[in-house]
């Protein structure tokens, strides 16, 4: 696979970014060799409603890095009246991947950092008035949590997609709280000056 | 609205006692607020008049927590508020004062009914419970039917109810607001260039 292609895989706009989808077709593949099609709908299935944030061509691209990364097998298998399909397994490095995985507690890196030295930066070089900026923001985090609303509504009670929801919900409520006190120092550091 | 509109009276909400604003300092020193004292019962209405300028927005703000006086007191149900720590004053604002701003802001891209319930869902509620609550309260401003419009299909009134519906959202002791000019909170439009108002909720605590 080229890289521009992979370069072209659009980032969703509504946030839910996964990074971890090769390791966990990784893990989808540990429990029972599938094809690209399979896979998808297993995934789909698992995220529910926040599915949309899976770019259509994103389980195929991924497959084909992992691939050539040596990380799965696959082989070729007949159908009758249709084109043969590519059946993936795992490979004995993707296995061992797929457990550090598991084990691996890292977690995504927080917001803050990034956005504070966005702040940081813009006030320090006059560049951008960071009380905007934390408007801004506020505006996007808050147009997120209502589309978690939306995404919620339409979910069965107790689904496990609803499981995930609720942390993305809730992970909006801290970053939306901690922007109000961005706001509050840098509008006073803005009458300081 | 019978929480607005209600009449019965109950304790002190919110009182001030000698608050006093300045900013600025020597030459350029402007009193905004000097000796305000102010008491607001439970269920009752008030409404701060006076020309542009005469510090009403600086009162509320004062009351809201938003600003601190810089001299005198603010209590907010028997409790002293505005020496409080910003933590302290940020989880005030969240859980018993609800905000009606001069521009409402609402979030154009959302409908009323999603406006409404923000609050609740930034509060922790659930989203089934936030959207019941939202669904009454738009109710009680007399916009039911209007839950699924975009504020651009909505009258300047029609904006402000559904601006004072999620003001009340998470069922704040008090409501402070920054000009209401339109007839949706009380009946009566004042002749002044301007109002503020703050109206406390029949005692919760």
């Given at each position: 696979m080229p890289e521009a292609a992979a370069a072209s895989i659009k980032e969703p706009a509504s946030g839910y970014q996964l990074r971890v989808v090769q390791e966990v077709l990784l893990s989808l593949l540990a429990q029972e060799a599938s094809h690209g099609y399979e896979l998808r709908a297993r995934l789909q299935l698992a995220l529910g409603p926040l599915a949309e944030a899976l770019n259509a061509g994103q389980v195929y691209v991924t497959l084909n890095r992992?691939?050539?990364?040596?990380?799965?097998?696959?082989?070729?298998?007949?159908?009758?009246?249709?084109p043969d399909r590519k059946v993936y397994g795992l490979s004995a490095t993707g296995r061992e991947r797929v457990f550090e995985w598991l084990e691996d507690t890292s977690w995504p890196k927080p917001a803050p950092a990034e956005f504070h030295l966005k702040l940081v930066a813009a006030a320090a070089a006059g560049l951008a008035d960071p009380v905007r900026l934390v408007d801004l923001q506020r505006h996007a985090l808050l147009a997120e949590l209502a589309a978690a609303q939306r995404t919620a509504l339409a979910e069965p009670d107790g689904s496990v997609a609803g499981l995930l929801l609720e942390g993305v919900v809730l992970r909006l409520q801290a970053d939306l709280r901690w922007l109000e006190e961005c706001g509050r120092y840098w509008t006073e550091a803005k009458e300081r000056r | 609205m019978s929480a607005i509109e209600s009449t019965e009276r109950a304790g002190s909400v919110l009182r001030t006692h000698a608050?006093?604003?300045?900013?600025?300092?020597?030459?350029?020193?402007v009193r905004a607020l000097d000796g305000v004292?102010?008491?607001?019962?439970?269920?009752?209405?008030?409404?701060?008049?006076?020309?542009?300028?005469?510090?009403?927005?600086?009162?509320?703000?004062?009351?809201?927590?938003?600003e601190r006086p810089s001299a005198g007191e603010v209590w907010l149900a028997g409790a002293r508020v505005d020496r409080l720590s910003e933590k302290a004053l940020a989880r005030l604002r969240r859980r018993a004062i609800g905000f009606v701003f001069q521009a409402f802001h609402l979030m154009d891209e959302l409908t009323a009914l999603e406006n409404v319930e923000l609050p609740a869902l930034l509060a922790g509620r659930s989203p089934r419970a936030a959207r019941r609550r939202a669904a009454?309260?738009?109710?009680?401003?007399?916009?039911?039917?209007?839950?699924?419009?975009?504020?651009?299909?909505?009258?300047?009134?029609?904006?402000?109810?559904?601006?004072?519906?999620?003001?009340?959202?998470?069922?704040?002791?008090?409501?402070?607001?920054?000009?209401?000019?339109?007839?949706?909170?009380?009946?009566?439009?004042?002749?002044?260039?301007?109002?503020?108002?703050?109206?406390?909720?029949?005692?919760?605590?």
């Open positions: 992992l691939e050539k990364a040596g990380l799965v097998t696959w082989e070729r298998v007949g159908q009758i009246d249709r | 608050l006093e604003k300045e900013y600025g300092e020597g030459e350029g020193l004292e102010l008491e607001v019962s439970g269920g009752e209405t008030v409404a701060v008049m006076g020309p542009s300028g005469c510090g009403k927005s600086t009162l509320l703000h004062l009351l809201g927590g938003l009454v309260l738009l109710e009680q401003v007399g916009l039911a039917d209007r839950g699924e419009h975009l504020p651009s299909g909505l009258s300047g009134g029609q904006r402000q109810r559904v601006a004072i519906a999620r003001a009340l959202s998470n069922e704040p002791l008090v409501v402070l607001a920054d000009e209401p000019t339109a007839t949706s909170i009380r009946r009566r439009r004042s002749t002044c260039s301007g109002s503020s108002t703050a109206f406390a909720r029949r005692g919760r605590r």
